[in-house]
């Protein structure tokens, strides 16, 4: 699988810790997004009603300074110096309404900064001031400078000796406070975000050591598959307290299964053998054609049973509590044997595995998955039996056998392992040997396959659980 592929997988798979870092992260980003644009409109009405208020400011004092003359409005003289500069920025205007409905501005009375323009106004402005002639009205409009926007406060007024109202604005360019709202919402931005860093490295931490008994109750259970611990011995959390109680309960039971039915293969094996011994004993003493038949079937029921005995004992060791065999140590001693075993015949018994390595399960089922291939391969090889074990992965191992003799074709590879099949009646034995590799390889999960060798015969491969060291 590549590198993306993994990933992608690793992604897919559900994952209790990685929901809820999800989870907390999704709401917190939520949660520091509204809060953003929360601070940010906040801050931009605050600017704004600061901004009116000095627009306010202006209107007053024009208003305080106004006086009446034959009913003519005469402005004060103000010492603004931004509204004596044309297109400063700052622009005020006394204006009233006209024929149609619309501000005109009264001739004179403009700032200098004005120039010659005026300041527009939307057409409902009139109506909107004298349903509420006590209060400022603010809206936004078009500068007298290019793509210059301006914000202006209007106000409704009457005086004493004039029947006309005059309308009161001040107006100035938002731009600064455009600027002012850009920078507290990039710096809003900035700080929102370190803070949005800072969660999330406290909710990963947060999640990693709140799991961490949950973590360290997979590990204690993968030891005990593994056979490195009989049962759950950590302290774990209340709400943990039960599972680990019910795990080690759950242990207990599967070992106490498994001893039964030990127990009970053992009784089996010994209720039939014994009436097989005793008609072997009987035919023996009784020479003749019969007694010929039920010796040779009597064996023959021997050796099947000690097959599905065999099968048996291994199919409840597998379920059971994991065990270890050290590899390199069973293929030793099954080296030497086989040695003395083929000595008249020069087979030589070339053997290599990692020191390291282990087999997941007990020694005896291992010993004979690795000796009936080792000493298929010696009764059939020529000169030489070459073996090799090595990891295949972190959970498996794979035994190779080969030997340079005649070797199978398929359909021989398939008949082989078939119970009790024999290609060869001249050569020794029951004919079970790859039968009990490929049984007892079954029972443990694993696989049989049966291949060419570089060696010109038989290639015995075997995939078989392994133990860590």
Do not use: C
């Not at 010492?79 to 006209?98: F, H, M, N, Q, V």
């Not at 089922?365 to 000493?375: K, L």
């Amino acid at each position: 699988m590549s590198f993306w592929g993994g990933t992608l997988q690793r992604l897919r798979t559900p994952s209790l810790a990685r929901r809820l870092v999800i989870l907390a992260v999704g709401w917190s980003f939520a949660a520091l997004v509204i809060s953003a644009l929360v601070l940010a409109l906040l801050f931009q009405q605050a600017a704004l009603r600061r901004f009116d208020a000095t627009l306010s400011d202006l209107i007053d004092n024009l208003i305080t300074g106004t006086t009446i003359e034959e009913g003519q409005v005469i402005a004060p003289a103000l010492t603004d110096l931004r509204a004596l500069r044309a297109y400063s920025g700052r622009y005020w205007e006394i204006a009233e309404p006209g024929p149609d409905g619309r501000l005109r501005a009264i001739e004179g009375l403009t700032s200098r900064s004005l120039f010659d323009a005026e300041i527009p106004t939307p057409p409902d402005l009139v109506q909107r001031l004298r349903a509420n002639p006590r209060k400022a009205i603010a809206f936004e409009t078009a500068g007298p400078q290019a793509g210059e926007r301006i914000r202006v406060v209007a106000r409704w007024t009457r005086f004493y000796g004039r029947e006309a109202p005059v309308v009161y604005m001040a107006a100035e360019d938002r731009g600064p406070i455009d600027r002012e709202v850009r920078n507290f919402v990039a710096a809003t931005a900035i700080a929102f975000l370190l803070l949005g860093g800072g969660l999330i490295i406290a909710v990963v931490v947060q999640v990693r050591v709140g799991l961490r008994p949950l973590f360290a109750l997979r590990q204690e259970v993968a030891e005990v598959r593994r056979g490195k611990a009989e049962r759950l011995e950590a302290d774990y959390p209340s709400e943990l307290k039960p599972l680990s109680d019910e795990l080690n309960a759950l242990v207990a039971h599967n070992q106490e299964t498994v001893e039964r039915q030990r127990t009970h293969v053992g009784n089996l094996a010994h209720a039939l053998k014994t009436p097989i011994s005793v008609m072997m004993t009987e035919s023996s003493q009784r020479p003749g054609p019969l007694a010929e038949v039920v010796t040779r079937q009597a064996d023959i029921m021997r050796q099947q049973v000690d097959h599905h005995l065999r099968r048996a004992r291994a199919a409840a060791r597998s379920q059971g509590q994991g065990e270890r065999t050290s590899v390199p140590e069973v293929l030793d001693e099954l080296a030497r044997t086989l040695a003395r075993i083929f000595r008249d015949k020069g087979v030589a018994i070339d053997w290599d595995a990692p020191e390291d390595l282990w087999f997941q399960g007990e020694r005896q089922d291992f010993m004979e998955i690795a000796g009936n291939a080792m000493e298929n391969a010696g009764k059939f090889g020529r000169a030489k039996v070459r073996v090799r074990a090595a990891p295949l992965g972190p959970e498996s191992l794979r035994l190779t056998v080969e030997d340079d003799g005649p070797g199978l074709t398929a359909d021989q590879r398939e008949e082989v392992v078939r119970r009790g099949a024999r290609l060869d009646e001249n050569a020794p034995g029951s004919g079970l040997g790859l039968s009990i590799i490929d049984e007892l390889a079954r029972a443990y999960r694993g696989v049989l396959q049966l291949g060419d060798s570089s060696l010109g015969g038989l290639r015995v491969t075997v995939d078989l659980p392994r133990a860590e060291t």
